[in-house]
């Protein structure tokens, strides 16, 4: 089997309306190129500030602009209009955790995917609100994004840790840390080895500046020692995007000896064969 469950049907950009996203012939779409391309289980999982319920959360100028739809009728329209999983796209946002735990466990889900998508207020993949602007240094950054990451983990709330290591979008095009990468990893590793949560690879990275799947090598090392279950997705944001570069993916999966993914229903999870 293969997934793709940390798929978009609305684009980022801000002029796009969830009326044209969100229609059973747009799902039909996705569902029709996802099994061209071998993959039968297909769910979606949008980013939670898109959502007007998530200013309720946090209030980062970036979601204020991009907080428009209705979480509620989102639900009802995957569950009720499409035959896809129904998933979210929830950021962590540190000292926000008991309002995004209410809003994510006040809907039913097959699946929540934890990302963090920001470092106090600065993106790190978006150069508007640019996480580098501010002077921090790479060794900061990547403390505090790993460090941060392991308490996503242990939340509890997530399913799904979603590109793991997306602190590195930018490649050499931003500053880098000098130390072995290691070093941060393991700052989150504790965590995510005792919440067992399934940890998301993701060929978003190829699509990058950085050029990578997400996780690197080292990272996924250390989650399968760990023991930790691991998901497939291509966060993809068109039809073009569904399984990007799966073929590298699986080989990347099969070097390290990984033969299983993840896979959810209504937030159970168990263990398929990759194929
Ligand atoms: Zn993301
Ligand atoms: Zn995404």
Known sequence: MLTDYHVHLRPDEPGETAGSAFTAANAERYREVAAERGIEELGVAEHVYRFSAALDVWQHPLWQEFATDDLDAYCEFVREETDLKLGIEADFVPGREDRMRGLLEARDWDYVVGSIHFVAEGALDYDVYDVWNSGRSADHVWRTYFTW?????????????????????????????????????????EQIAD??????????????????????????????DAGNPIALSSDAHTTDQLGFR??????????????????????????????
Request: glycine share 8%.
């Open 195 to 224: 919440s067992g949560i399934a940890v998301e690879v993701s060929t978003a990275g190829l699509r990058k500046p950085v050029g990578e799947i997400y996780p690197s090598s080292g990272f996924l090392e250390m989650v399968i």
């Open 149 to 189: 990451l392991g308490e996503l983990a242990a939340t509890g709330m997530y399913d799904v840790l979603a590109h793991p290591d997306l602190v590195k979008h930018w490649g050499k095009e931003r500053p880098w840390p000098e130390k072995d990468l290691r070093f941060y990893y393991d700052l989150a590793m």
């Open 246 to 275: 799966y073929d590298e993916a699986v080989k990347f999966l099969s070097d390290h000896g990984v033969d299983e993914l993840a896979v959810f229903d209504r937030r159970e999870r168990r263990l398929e064969p990759i194929g």
